[in-house]
């Protein structure tokens, strides 16, 4: 079993959709939850950083926490052709110097 | 927010050659330094994790002899491909992190061996 599972999709909405991205994780030890963007031939950028559980908002970016079940979320409002990418979740044990788990990321296309 | 530069963004090279990677904090001090190996379609794999003036420690699989990291100073650490095989192919990311930073990713370097 891998330690962090992602559906890889690909996944098709059209604009202004919401779109809801998910992943699950094996190890009760994590503690920080990651959602990266990657844009085809290029190198991640981090999108939302949540520690433990819970909710975090940040513009048309939700992503939520479910420690209990061992299931994050990312959720996009509004969504726009921009937002076509692939969408990584991540996670790792401590906050600073610490080895990220990466799931298999999800291939996200916003039809206009 | 902060910057890693990474070098070069695509590089081809002959079979049996060596190949160098850079990747340049620019605006703070990366005091760990993460490699990463990404195949098409697949998550990112962590290659090995080092820190300024120290050996690096590499995951379980990956040849140190054949992955030759150096990471000599808090902005620069380098990533050598030795004796390169097309199964070596693939892109590369490094990731610089400070002491109470988030990780910050290079744009990666795809390296083609023929």
């Known amino acids: 079993q891998k330690e962090v599972e992602q559906d890889p999709g690909p996944l098709s909405v059209p604009e202004g959709a919401i779109v809801s991205l998910n992943c699950t994780y094996s190890?009760?030890?994590?503690?920080?939850f990651m959602w990266y963007r990657q844009y085809s031939r290029k190198g991640p950028e981090l999108l939302m950083y949540?520690?433990?559980?819970g909710n975090k908002e940040d513009g048309r970016f939700t992503a939520q926490v479910d420690k209990s079940s061992k299931y994050i979320s990312l959720f996009i409002r509004d969504s726009q052709p921009s937002d076509s990418a692939t969408y990584l979740c991540?996670?790792?044990?401590?906050?600073?110097?610490?080895?990220?788990?990466f799931g298999s990321g999800t291939r996200l296309s916003i039809r206009p | 927010g902060a910057v890693v530069s990474q070098h070069p963004s695509r590089v081809i090279c002959k079979s049996g050659t060596s190949v160098k990677i850079e990747c340049r904090s620019l605006?703070?001090?990366?005091?760990?330094m993460f490699w990463y190996r990404q195949f098409p379609k697949q998550s990112l794999m962590l290659m090995a994790t080092?820190?300024?003036?120290?050996?690096?420690?590499?995951e379980q699989g990956v040849e140190k002899d054949k992955f030759l990291i150096n990471h000599a100073s808090l902005t620069l650490s380098t990533l050598t491909v030795t004796s390169a095989h097309p199964e070596d192919s693939s892109f590369y990311i490094c990731?610089?992190?400070?002491?109470?930073?988030?990780?910050?990713f290079g744009q990666g370097t795809r390296l083609t061996v023929v």
């Open positions: 605006d703070f001090q990366a005091t760990t």
């Open positions: 949540t520690y433990s559980s």
């Open positions: 990731s610089g992190q400070g002491d109470d930073t988030e990780a910050f």
């Open positions: 190890n009760s030890a994590f503690q920080y």
């Open positions: 080092s820190n300024e003036g120290s050996k690096a420690t590499y």
């Open positions: 991540a996670m790792s044990w401590y906050s600073s110097a610490s080895k990220i788990i």
